[in-house]
Structure formats: C-alpha cells, structure tokens
C-alpha cells in the first residue's frame, strides 16, 4: 500500500517536473524587427545552397536550388541596401554590397551550368558568400553562428581566415 503511494507520488513528481522542463524550453516570443525576418529569409536561401555543396555533382535539381537560392539573396540583398542602409557605416554598406556581388556571381554560374568547373565554381561562390555574412555579423559583433550550427560551437568561426584560392580540380570533398 505505502509502496504504491510513494510510486504513485513519483510518478506524479516526475510528470510535474517534466512540465516545468518543457515549459522552460518553450521558445521565447520576440518581436522580430524588419532586417531579422529578411537575414532569416537569406539564410534560409543560403543554407539550401550550403546542404549540397558539398556533392561531387550537382542534379539539374541542384542547379535548380542554387539558382533559386541566389536569385532570392540577390532579391533580398537588394531590399536590405535599399532599405537599412547605413550611412555611417562605410562597412557595413561594403559588406551587403559584396553579399550582394557574391549571390549575383552564383546565379551566374547556373547559367553555364554544363561547362567544365562550373560546380567548383558554384562551391566557390557558397563559401565567397558565406564569407561575407560571417565578416558582417562579426563587424557587428553578431554572434549566430554557433545557434545556427548547433554542434559546431568549436569551429573557427567562419570569416576569420582567409580563404584559399579556389581549386578547378581536386576540389576537396568538405567543402
Ligand atoms: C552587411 C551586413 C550583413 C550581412 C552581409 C549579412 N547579415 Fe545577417 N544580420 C545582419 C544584421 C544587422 C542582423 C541583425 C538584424 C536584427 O536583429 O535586427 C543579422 C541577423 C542575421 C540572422 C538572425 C536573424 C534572426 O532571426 O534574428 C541570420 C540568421 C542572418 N543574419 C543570416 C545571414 C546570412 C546567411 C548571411 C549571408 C548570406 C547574412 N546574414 C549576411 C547583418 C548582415
């Protein structure tokens, strides 16, 4: 009899301590300003990019998704300048123009898509843009990267070195 009160008791604590843990975990609902909705609309883009970079050969599907993809950063870079420049901010105003410049030259590499390299290229142009996001929210002192890449917390933060020249062959399989 006790023994079943006591499992009964347990079972009850547990399930009200589950609750407190879950409702802990709930995510926190903050308004979002303007700029967030768009930055999560980029990313959203370039991680599509950034999942398949790494193939050896991209499916006229893949080609499809890196255009797609650059396209929509090319569009919404776009707004950013317009929209949230910063005048004051000489930097900041390079770095989206080279997010810009960067989305541009990837949408282009679709466009030969049959041509010798043009994969290499396409892997180049993921990580020339990347480079650009990671140098402008580290400019900003913007630290998302380790939420976006859970996991990943130990790896040098993107941006930080130089990227070496691209290779048109022998392309290492991390990329
Ligand atoms: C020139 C500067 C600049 C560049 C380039 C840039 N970002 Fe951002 N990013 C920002 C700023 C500023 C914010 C903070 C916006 C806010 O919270 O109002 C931000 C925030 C974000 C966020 C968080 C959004 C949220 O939900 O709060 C993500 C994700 C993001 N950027 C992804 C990217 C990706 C991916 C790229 C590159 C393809 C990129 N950003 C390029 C300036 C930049």
Same mark, same amino acid.
């Given at each position: 009899? *006790? &023994?079943?009160?006591?499992?009964?008791?347990?079972?009850? =604590?547990?399930?009200?301590?589950?609750?407190?843990?879950?409702?802990? !975990?709930?995510?926190?609902?903050? !308004?979002?300003?303007?700029?967030? &909705?768009?930055?999560? !609309?980029?990313?959203?883009?370039?991680?599509?990019?950034?999942?398949?970079?790494?193939?050896?050969?991209?499916?006229?599907? $893949?080609?499809?998704?890196?255009? !797609?993809?650059?396209?929509?950063?090319?569009?919404?870079?776009?707004?950013?300048?317009?929209?949230?420049?910063?005048? $004051?901010?000489?930097?900041?105003? $390079? *770095?989206?123009?080279?997010?810009? %410049?960067?989305?541009? &030259?990837?949408?282009?590499?679709?466009?030969? &898509?049959?041509?010798?390299?043009?994969?290499?290229?396409?892997?180049?142009?993921?990580?020339?843009?990347?480079? %650009?996001?990671?140098?402008?929210?580290?400019?900003?002192?913007?630290?998302?990267?380790?939420?976006?890449?859970?996991?990943?917390?130990?790896?040098?933060?993107? =941006?930080?070195?130089?990227?070496?020249?691209?290779?048109?062959?022998?392309?290492?399989? $991390?990329?």
């Amino acid at each position: 009899m *006790l &023994k079943r009160v006591f499992l009964a008791g347990l079972i009850v =604590g547990i399930c009200g301590l589950m609750s407190t843990v879950f409702a802990e !975990e709930a995510p926190k609902k903050e !308004e979002k300003s303007e700029l967030a &909705k768009i930055m999560s !609309e980029i990313d959203k883009s370039y991680k599509a990019a950034e999942q398949i970079s790494g193939y050896y050969k991209y499916s006229s599907n $893949d080609w499809n998704i890196i255009a !797609e993809s650059s396209a929509k950063i090319v569009e919404l870079a776009k707004i950013v300048i317009g929209k949230f420049s910063r005048p $004051d901010d000489k930097k900041y105003q $390079d *770095l989206n123009k080279s997010m810009l %410049t960067e989305a541009e &030259k990837m949408l282009e590499v679709t466009t030969r &898509k049959d041509e010798k390299g043009a994969l290499e290229d396409a892997q180049w142009q993921v990580r020339r843009l990347r480079q %650009t996001c990671a140098v402008c929210h580290k400019h900003l002192g913007i630290h998302i990267y380790p939420n976006l890449y859970p996991g990943k917390k130990e790896e040098t933060q993107p =941006g930080h070195e130089e990227i070496p020249e691209p290779k048109t062959t022998n392309t290492p399989k $991390d990329w």
